[in-house]
């Protein structure tokens, strides 16, 4: 078909990484789908023509350019990454214990920042490719509860935004995708991780928040299918989008934070403007 492409998707075992890896293959395109267990992604998906299963942990640099080579050797190309893979280290900050809180960027943040360092160099040699990094809303707005999570989504945003300039010569487009609260497994537990510590003050509203964030599940507003063929739509427009705010409670917060950000400006505006160095020769 005209138009085809070979996707590479992360984290393609459950949650959005199906739905991703569904909407490509039902528009015609080729997929790589990856995650820690091959069989898992295959009964996710199911057997198609077009797909590709591969073995991917992201947290290991040699395992992600193995898997960028199977692409290659079976498709040819990879024109499309979905940094999709993640996980959520949920709690309040004391309650987080060093390992854990290193344990999410190095999941949320150094594993997309791997599995993109394996990919790059076939899409500099193809002159050509797209890098899709999904964050979420606590990538601009910062939540209760996520001490770790945000920062490590946040992380990732700064490392998009600069990523963009660094490719752009080579026809390398990026898009970071921030999805509101959508019905995946991301509260589940394993995909969720809970506090390894526990302090007295905030014990109440630790158990509190588990049962509430356990409780949402299966709740949330957000459709996965439906942004997966938004994602679809988008990827293959003539001019990809640098960021797309997704869902109407991200349109929400992400509207509410650029109001706060402008009103503070307009609140200091004054103090800020003053901190120039006196031109002395004036």
Known sequence: MAGKK????????????????????????????TGRDE???LRAIGEHDELLVVALDITDSAVASAAAQAAVERFGRIDVLVNNAGNNYAGYFEEISPAQFRAQME?????PLNVTRAVLPIMRQQRSGHVVTITSTAAL???EFCAAYAPSKFAL????????????PYGITTTIVEPGYFRTELLVDGSSIWPELSIDDYAERTAQTIAAMKGMNGTQPGDPAKLAAGLITLTDSPEPPRRWVAGADAM???QQKAHELLA??????ELSASLSYEDVNA
């Not at 998707?9 to 293959?25: C, E, F, P, Q, Y």
């Not at 999941?107 to 594993?111: A, C, D, L, V, Y």
């Open 141 to 143: 707005v910062g939540l």
């Open 157 to 168: 945003e700064g490392w998009m935004e600069s990523l963009r300039y660094d490719v752009a």
């Open 252 to 254: 929400e917060a992400a």
């Open 39 to 41: 069989g898992r992604v």
């Open 6 to 33: 070979v996707w590479f998707v992360t984290g393609a075992s459950r949650g959005m990484g199906v739905d991703i890896a569904k909407a490509a293959l039902a528009a015609g395109h080729s997929v790589v789908a």
């Open 107 to 111: 999941t949320n943040f150094f594993g």
């Open 264 to 269: 503070q400006i307009a609140t200091h505006r």
